[in-house]
């Protein structure tokens, strides 16, 4: 037992930093054991796709809907510059993430709008996320920079932090909500970058090669920006270099890295960047001082999640928490720790170096720059959240290593292993039962309302739901709870208006705006509801003027354009026949200089592209008619109205196979008289 110890003491020396450069990491790591590593991994993947296997069946919800079933890009895959290049569509999930939408066009392809494929595809991404931590982990725990009690058993905790992390309920978010595949996608990438980094030496000219996956990894979310600077703290410590000796040999290798970050960036620019009020009405702005201050509340409550599996929210909806103390003494809390850590990395220490890594990951998402409909979310902490499993399994190896229980004995590993597993067993059940949130709109919205009784914006959905169902006196109340808060009153009672407005209860929608109008008269949003109530009601010169004078205090709001566009249109139908036709050809340029605007300002919205083209086409301006009618079901597909008068526009060029295929896409969205006999008359 003395000769094995000397010779772990003498193989704990380090050697030569010239030596270790010249060498291989795998001259200075242990043996990585193949056969072991592969049933750990296989023993993953198997409990993971065990916990996800009922997500499989659940349907698109929330930003879904806009990033796959509104999202004209993805129909045709072999249309790629269109797939790759696609638009920008307000802050949608895969804007300046071609790879993303890429990945949708995949699914829809093989699939169609069956959330099932979609689902899959998410849970291989997982998988791959899941057997990538395992490698890396297994890596540093084995390397020579590690304490000697985590290195003798790098194999079982690299295993047992990859599979609390693979099947830990916090991940839900990121993985059985589709369209967040984004956060997925990039940590793919963000982790090859990292295990190549550690895999190469750091004099090899193929460690370049880690700029390819930084480039596709920022072409699925912006987080990736961080990974050179997660990579130059993980390779300090990794291989033993001072300061000096890291900038040194990673300056160039910097350079290039943050050289292949310029086409994201420009990319994000393009787009206009996801940065904004993080609200839906003036007052109710989410700054950039909030925006920070409110990550002291919410960064502890992420871990809180980790801890307490049943605490687990998929949303926390837009607005900071009423505790400004808490969250300033957090902020404060998690400064002083991210302080702590970064001394600690520096001076070569390994516990401050996973909190180091994870508040750099973190920082893109939750800076002073406001992301726009939601502070806060747990698909954030994705990577993040794999530094709390790392801390745990760091201190459990450490304190069983001070006891001298920890050995090579085949009874202490089987014994670690089993309780394991029984952990992960528990946790895949908790997974399992989080997932039934992501089965429908419904249980989605029901679970944040009732875990978050003052998230506006989930109540708000879950009324939705409910109006679909017709409760509307109980969906009703949902929101009406809200509007004596201080704070949250007004946005809950525009809310309840623009939804009675949905379903033409006017007096009902009156009765909440009322108040609004009482405390601030003229407030711009609740007069453009009461524009849309007066048109509902037949009224249109006296919404025109009421949309004109909110323009000419707020001439950038699209919505009250719209609005004019609509009061137009109603307006000349109801004085043709009573006035000349120079009179109507004045009000119809009119309505086409409303929606104009409309578009310059939001150019992804269908519903006012579609009242353009109808425009053209009662003008016979056919091939701005076409123009328009394109964009429109780009933006918005299931218009079954723009695909079928596609179809009649093409017909009349001669492109009846063309005119086919948007018939009866039409016909798949909305069955009509008119759209049947022109499916029959292109038939023959």
């Known amino acids: 037992m003395k000769d094995v110890a000397a010779r772990e003491r003498t193989s704990d020396k380090s050697p030569p930093l010239k030596f270790m450069m010249k060498s291989a990491p795998g001259k200075f790591c242990r043996s990585l054991h193949p056969m072991r590593m592969w049933a750990y991994y296989a023993l993953i993947c198997c409990l993971t796709v065990g916990a996800y296997s009922n997500s499989l069946n659940g349907e698109f919800i929330f930003d879904d809907t806009n990033a796959v079933v509104d999202n004209g890009t993805i129909r045709d895959l072999w249309n790629l510059p269109l797939v790759l ?85 916090v991940q839900t978010s990121a993985v059985s909500y589709i369209s967040q595949r984004a956060e997925s996608m990039a940590c793919l990438f963000y982790l090859s970058v990292l295990l190549m980094d550690l895999a190469i030496r750091p004099t090899s000219k193929w460690r370049i090669l880690a700029c390819v996956p930084l480039l596709f990894g920022g072409f699925c979310k912006e987080i990736i920006v961080t990974a050179p600077v997660v990579s130059w703290v993980l390779q300090r410590w990794y291989f033993r270099q001072s300061l000096l000796e890291s900038w040194i040999t990673g300056k160039r290798e910097l350079g290039f890295k943050f050289l292949a970050l ?43 999640s980790i801890l307490n599996p049943n605490w687990v929210c998929t949303d926390y909806g837009p607005y900071p928490p009423s505790s400004l103390s808490v969250s300033c003494f957090g902020l404060f809390f998690i400064m002083a720790l991210l302080i702590w850590s970064m001394i600690s990395a520096m001076s070569g220490r390994a516990l401050g170096v996973p909190i180091l890594c994870a508040a750099i990951f973190l920082a893109p998402s939750s800076s002073a720059i406001p992301i726009t409909t939601q502070i806060g979310g747990e698909h954030r902490i994705y990577l993040p959240s794999l530094a709390f499993f790392v801390l745990v399994c760091v201190g459990i190896s450490r304190f069983l290593g001070s006891n001298g229980r920890l050995a090579w004995g ?33 249980t989605f919205w029901q679970r944040i309302v009732l875990q978050e009784p003052s998230n506006l914006r989930a109540k708000q959905y879950f009324v939705m739901q409910g109006l679909g169902r017709g409760e509307t006196d109980d969906a009703f109340r949902w929101l009406e709870d809200l509007m004596s808060d201080p704070r949250q009153g007004i946005a809950a009672r525009l809310e309840a208006a623009e939804l009675a407005e949905q379903v033409n209860q006017t007096a009902r929608a009156r009765e909440y705006l009322q108040p609004i109008f009482s405390e601030r ?115 918005d597909p299931m218009r079954a109205e723009a695909w079928y008068w596609l179809a009649v526009l093409h017909s009349q060029s ?31």
Request: glycine residues 6%; proline residues 4%; contains cysteine.
């Open 410 to 442: 085949f009874p202490v590993t089987a014994g670690l292993t089993s309780v394991a597993i029984l952990l992960s067993t528990g946790l895949a059940a908790f997974t399992f039962v989080t997932n039934r949130s992501f089965a429908s709109q419904a």
């Open 521 to 635: 008269p003229g407030y711009t949003r609740a007069s453009i509801i009461e524009a849309r109530l007066l048109i509902l009601e037949d009224k249109p010169l006296q919404a025109v003027q009421l949309c004109e004078s909110v323009l000419q205090q707020t001439p950038r709001e699209a919505t009250a354009w719209h609005a004019l566009g609509l009061a137009l249109r109603l307006l000349a139908k109801s004085t043709m026949g009573s006035v000349d036709s120079a009179e109507v050809a004045i009000l119809d340029q009119r309505r086409e200089e409303a929606l104009l605007h409309s578009l310059h300002i939001v150019p992804w919205w269908g519903y006012s592209r579609f009242m353009l083209a109808s425009l053209y086409l009662d003008q016979g301006r056919d091939r701005e008619a076409e123009r328009e009618l394109q964009q429109c079901v780009l933006y």
């Open 654 to 684: 001669g492109y009846k196979s063309l005119a086919r295929s948007e018939v009866a896409m039409s016909l798949s969205l909305q069955h009509t008289a008119d759209a049947e006999a022109l499916s029959r008359i292109l038939g023959q």
């Open 262 to 304: 310029v086409p994201v960036v420009v990319l994000a620019v393009i787009h206009g960047g996801r940065s904004g009020t993080a609200a839906n009405s003036d007052d109710l702005a989410v700054t950039a001082t909030e925006y920070l201050i409110a990550q002291g509340y919410l960064i502890p409550r992420y871990v809180l």
């Open 85 to 169: 290049s696609a638009p920008p569509r307000g802050g949608s999930t895969t804007d300046a993430r071609p790879l993303v939408n890429l990945s949708l066009a995949v699914n829809f392809a093989m699939g169609g709008l069956r959330p099932w494929g979609y689902h899959l595809f998410n849970l291989l991404v997982h998988l791959v996320n899941a057997g990538l931590i395992l490698l890396l982990l297994q890596r540093l725990f084995a390397a020579k920079s590690a304490p000697d009690y985590l290195r003798r058993q790098a194999n079982f905790f690299a295993f047992a932090c990859a599979i609390t992390w693979a099947l830990h309920p």
